[in-house]
Every structure is written in structure tokens, then in C-alpha cells.
DNA sequence: ATTGCTGCAAAACGTTTGCACCTAT
DNA sequence: ATAGGTGCAAACGTTTTGCAGCAAT
């Protein structure tokens, strides 16, 4: 068990929706927490296939979305008809920034943003679940696209 | 012609670019700037069809792109993995809230927003070019999810 | 004459589903 | 015992592509 603290939030949740505790979503959960930055659920599929699991692929779909509803997970859409993930296990809220040269995603936080959302969703008559917030923009120096890593600020 | 201003600007911006001006290119441009509200590629597609339009379904999604480009159309996803179309012709930039348990879309305009992407792109050592901002909520009444039509506040 | 655009159908892509078998409760 | 989860493959919905013929330049 690579997680524990995260593992029994997992078996916490599990247990209150009445769904089952097994392996293969443990196993997904694991392979979610230690991927690096933002990834397709495909992307999870295939890395752990790589790494000889034997889950399947419609496992994998299915965890994922779990993972989401016990906040362990986000859920991010950059645009591209794509649905990533990102843990969010002892992170900070934040917003991202995607280059639209080189596809490169900054990580930032802002402190403007981080009431308006609730503010809004109140004024308009509604209660705040979630936001998102993406802003597409290009380096400044073009060079510093070719060395395409996340970064937060 | 039903849009006269629209189809200069989308004349002059394939001029420019040096892609050929089509009638099936604004018979496409026409439909889109009519759609009331926003609608999928294929959503106008099957509308088009609908009215006995020829224009065949390729036809559609690479005009759609090109009238993003010249800023005619604004490009959404709300997080369906779904593209949307919004038109921009003539009307004001604003955001969108969604409702989770209907899918009724909200637009808003909220002035601390505007000028955040600008300046946190300058902040973080980018070119401002666009940004998206979802807010996703439920109604405080829920029997207003009945009533599911677009608004603007 | 040349290059780009069109329609069509097929392919691609990420994701979801149906089903028979299996397993946690 | 039973409700729910699993793996597999097939289906799905949206979008892109390859190609032969056509039309704008």
C-alpha cells in the first residue's frame, strides 16, 4: 500500500456510497497518485499496462471517476475534448496556464480568482460546486518552449 | 447574404490568408450566426441538413475552425468533451455558469475578471491570448432547473 | 494551370456499455 | 446468497482524414 492516509479516505468514501473494496481500485488509485502532472485516463491505462497490471481498461475509467467524487482527484479539460486528471492530494487549489505553442501547462495561483467563483454562483442564484479557469497564452521567449515541463508559481 | 457586415470580415480575413472564398463556407458562416445560444459542430451540421443544405459534415467542422480564427465564433467546452460554438458577432465577452443538475448555461460579465488573464500571463512570462472561466453550480431552486433557457445577466 | 476545397466514406480517438463470470459483503 | 465489480470486446459519439473530382484563383 503506497498511500496510506490516501487509502483510507478512499475506504472511507468506498464504504458511505456502498461500493465495493477491491484491489484493482487500490491499485488505480496508487498509479493516479503517483502520476506526475495531468494525465488522459488512457494515458493511466496504458502505464499501467506497461507495468503489467491486470486492470482493465473500463476499471480504470470507472476508479478514476470515483477518485474524483472523494476529492482525491480533479477532473480538468484543457480545451481539447480530453478529460485529465490531476491528484489533488496534499496540493493546493490552482489554476493553470497553457502555452498554446507548445501545449506546456503552468500551474498558478491567484488570489483574485479564489472568491469569485462562490460570489457569482450566489449572486446568480446558485450554490458554487466547482470552476475552472485556463488561460491560453504564448512564451514570451519562444525558446523556452522547447523545454516543456510543468511548473507551478 | 443575412449577415453583410460578417461576411466582409470573414472575406477579408480568408483573402488574407490565402484560403479561397466558397459559397458553402458562408452558407456554413450564416448558420452559425444565426444558432441561437451554442451549439456543437454537429449540431449545425444536422440543422443544416435539416434545411436541405448540401454542405457535407467536413465541410462544416473546418469552417467552424476557420470562423474561430477570424473571431467571428468563440470556441467553449464546458466539460463534456464536446467542442461548442458561441457567436461573437456583436456581442459582449463574457463567462459561463453551469448548472450540474440541468445543464442550463448561464452568461455573465463580471468585471474583476476581465483583466486578470492579461495580467497573470504577463506575471508568469506569457502573451495573453485567450482564457476560459466555468463556473459549475446548482440552482437554488431547484424547480427553476425545469425552466432551462439561456440567459444573460 | 494550379492549388485548394468539396463530399463522401472510412478511420481515428477517447469513452461507455453489455455481458458472462467472479468476488466482496 | 446476492449485489456489485471485473475484463473483454463491441459500440458509441465526436472529430479527422484520404481521396477523387471540382472550382476559385
Redesign the pocket.
Known sequence: MKHPQASEIFRIF??GE????????FEVMDAALDYEGHF???DLYILMKNNHS??????????L?LLVQCDLLSKRNFGE????YESNYKRQSHDHLICVDCGRIVEFVDQHIKKLPEQISDRLGFVFESYSFNIFARCKNPKNCKYFKEQTF
Open positions: 468506498l464504504k456502498k461500493n465495493r473494496i477491491t484491489p484493482e481500485r488522459g485516463a488512457d491486470r486492470v482493465s481498461r473500463a476499471t480504470v475509467y470507472k476508479t471517476e475534448n480530453i478529460t485529465r
